[in-house]
C-alpha cells in the first residue's frame, strides 16, 4: 500500500530535549516536504528536499532541521525544542512530473513541548 | 502573490443535504495547479483531486462533484447527498508553476458538519 509514515503520531516532552520525527515513503518519490497546522495560521511549510542530498528551507524554518540522506526518508529534527513548535506536523510526498503531482501526506505527528 | 480564500468557516448540514465549498484563488501563474483535501477529525490530510490550469472540465466522482472556473478563479467542490461521514475540515490549495518551493498555498479550510 502506498503511503507516508511519519513517527511517532504523539509525543509530549520537555523544552531542550531533542527530539526527532521521522517520516517514510514507499512511493519512490522525489519530492518530500514538511509542514505544520496551527489554528488560525493555517498549515504553513518548514522544509523542502527536491532529492537526495537536496534540501532547503521553507516558509519558517527556524528551530528545525532536516536530512535527505536516502530518497525514502525524510527526518525533522528539533535539536532543542521550544514551547512555540507545538503544533500538528506533517510529512508529505509527490512524485515526478512537475510540481503538478499530489502531495500525499502522512497521518501527522502531534508535538507538545512543556 | 499567490493566495487562496475559503470564505466558508464553517458549514451545518443536515444528512442528505447537498453543500457547496466554495474556493477562491489569486495567481500570476499561467500553469497552476488547484487541489481539494479532506482533515477528518482523525487529523489525516487525505488528497481529493488535482486539477490544471488548462482543464477546466468539471469532474464527479460518486458524490463528490468539482467545478473549475478560471474566469472567475474558483474551484468549488459539492458534495451531493452528505453523509455523517462527510464531517470533516476541506482544504483548498494551490501550487504555481513559479514556485520553486514546491509547497502548497492552502486556504483556511472550511469546516462542514453533517448532522444526522
Known amino acids: 500500500e502506498a503511503q507516508v509514515t511519519q513517527n511517532p503520531r504523539y509525543l509530549i516532552t520537555v523544552t531542550g530535549k531533542k527530539l526527532t520525527v521521522t517520516c517514510s515513503q514507499n512511493m519512490n518519490h522525489e519530492y518530500m516536504s514538511w509542514y505544520r497546522q496551527d489554528p488560525g495560521l493555517g498549515l504553513r511549510q518548514i522544509y523542502y528536499s527536491m532529492n537526495v542530498e537536496v534540501t532547503d528551507k521553507g516558509d519558517v524554518p527556524e528551530g528545525y532541521k532536516v536530512s535527505r540522506k536516502e530518497k525514502r526518508n525524510f527526518p525533522l529534527i528539533l535539536e532543542s525544542p521550544s514551547p512555540n513548535q507545538t503544533s500538528l506536523y506533517f510529512c508529505?510526498?509527490?512524485?515526478?512530473?512537475?510540481?503538478?503531482?499530489?502531495?500525499?501526506f502522512g497521518d501527522g505527528t502531534r508535538l507538545s513541548i512543556l | 502573490a499567490q493566495k487562496v480564500t475559503q470564505a466558508q468557516t464553517e458549514i451545518s448540514v443536515v444528512e442528505k443535504e447537498d453543500v457547496t465549498l466554495d474556493c477562491v484563488y489569486e495567481t500570476r501563474d499561467t500553469t497552476y495547479y488547484l487541489f481539494w483535501y479532506k482533515q477528518p477529525p482523525s487529523g489525516e490530510l487525505v488528497f481529493l483531486i488535482r486539477?490544471?490550469?488548462?482543464?477546466?472540465q468539471n469532474e464527479i466522482s460518486g458524490r463528490y462533484s468539482w467545478n473549475f472556473q478560471k474566469s472567475t478563479s474558483s474551484f468549488n467542490f459539492t458534495i451531493t447527498a452528505s453523509q455523517v461521514v462527510d464531517s470533516a475540515v476541506y482544504f483548498c490549495a494551490l501550487r504555481g508553476r513559479s514556485s520553486n518551493t514546491g509547497k502548497l498555498i492552502f486556504g483556511q479550510g472550511t469546516t462542514l458538519q453533517v448532522k444526522p
Open positions: 508529505a510526498s509527490s512524485g515526478e512530473g512537475g510540481l503538478g503531482q499530489p502531495q500525499h
Open positions: 486539477r490544471n490550469s488548462f482543464d477546466e
